[in-house]
């Protein structure tokens, strides 16, 4: 690289980069852990109200409370799988300026993320499926009771009496059959749409069956570029042993010639001398 090229900052151009994909992939690890931490926590929420359900403490507002945190969490289990999908293909874009060492260990740490988000989508998917199942239960409880009450209605009604305390039950039972109709069709479309996310989830699975496999077999590959890396390392220093040691013994082979040759000519300078 010339000197122009320093004063121009081309040669800090890969330090930038850098810089900025820490920071970038750092934030996305982070919500990613953020929102896994979340779901979790709907989680823990969901089962207390799904443990209300059918007592004494199953009011609208308890139904409307699990909606909303099953809904919640549904939408988070969405953006994180996005979020795993991007961090997994996010080492594609940045092979260049990261080397064998910290490619290994992103790799790692969204192995993580995703076996940790897969274990609370599989929790919440189970919380899921008891919340359909208390839901059939309390639907066929309140089908039960409106049998009941229809049949006390139809009961007063061949009686023929026209006492106002008989009219004023029959109202009554009306008022009640007509709320657990309505009650059962808000539970039926609850399961319907519990029945509708858990096959969703399903699909999420299978991405992310795909995403950890891929994740795995790119650990793979970079630990076998490291031992490919090492083992090279080990035979070229072999070659520079075996190049050194054969350097060492033509330098000693050299000078016993020169000592050879030197004394051959002392002895031949010695005769002449003599003669």
């Known amino acids: 690289m010339s000197f122009n090229d320093l004063?121009?900052?081309?040669?800090?151009?890969?330090?930038?980069d850098a810089d900025e994909d820490s920071v970038q992939y750092k934030?996305?690890?982070q919500r990613i852990a953020q929102q896994i931490f979340h779901i979790n926590g709907n989680i823990s929420s969901m089962e207390r109200l799904i443990g209300l359900l059918s007592?004494?403490?199953d009011t609208s507002e308890t139904r409307s409370s699990l909606h909303d945190v099953t809904e919640a969490t549904?939408?988070?289990?969405?953006?994180?799988?996005?979020?795993?999908?991007?961090?997994?293909?996010?080492?594609q874009n940045t092979v260049n300026i990261?080397?064998?060492?910290?490619?290994?260990?992103?790799?790692?740490?969204?192995?993580k993320l995703s076996k940790d988000f897969q274990k609370v989508a599989t929790a919440f998917q189970k919380a899921q499926r008891i919340s359909a199942n208390k839901q059939r239960e309390c639907i066929n409880q309140s089908k039960d009771i409106t049998v009941r009450q229809l049949d006390t209605l139809h009961s007063n009604e061949e009686q023929q009496q026209q006492q106002q305390q008989q009219q004023m039950q029959s109202n009554a039972l009306d008022n009640e059959i007509e709320y657990n109709e309505l009650l059962i069709s808000e539970r039926e479309a609850e399961?319907?749409?519990i029945e509708?996310?858990?096959?969703?989830?399903?699909?999420?699975?299978r991405n992310m069956d795909l995403i950890v496999n891929e994740q795995e077999s790119g650990i793979q590959s970079i630990y076998g570029n490291i031992l490919s890396v090492a083992q090279n390392t080990k035979q070229a220093a072999d070659e520079l042993m075996v190049a050194d040691r054969y350097y060492r013994n033509a330098r000693r082979s050299m000078c016993w010639f020169m000592l050879i040759i030197t004394i051959v000519g002392i002895l031949i300078a010695l005769i002449l001398v003599i003669a």
């Open 74 to 91: 549904r939408d988070l289990i969405k953006s994180t799988t996005q979020d795993l999908k991007s961090l997994s293909t996010y080492n």
């Open 27 to 29: 934030q996305l690890t």
């Open 191 to 193: 399961i319907q749409n």
């Open 55 to 57: 007592g004494p403490r």
């Open 196 to 205: 509708d996310g858990i096959v969703e989830l399903n699909e999420i699975f």
């Open 7 to 16: 004063e121009q900052g081309l040669g800090s151009t890969n330090v930038i």
């Open 98 to 111: 990261l080397d064998n060492k910290q490619i290994r260990q992103r790799k790692l740490e969204q192995q």
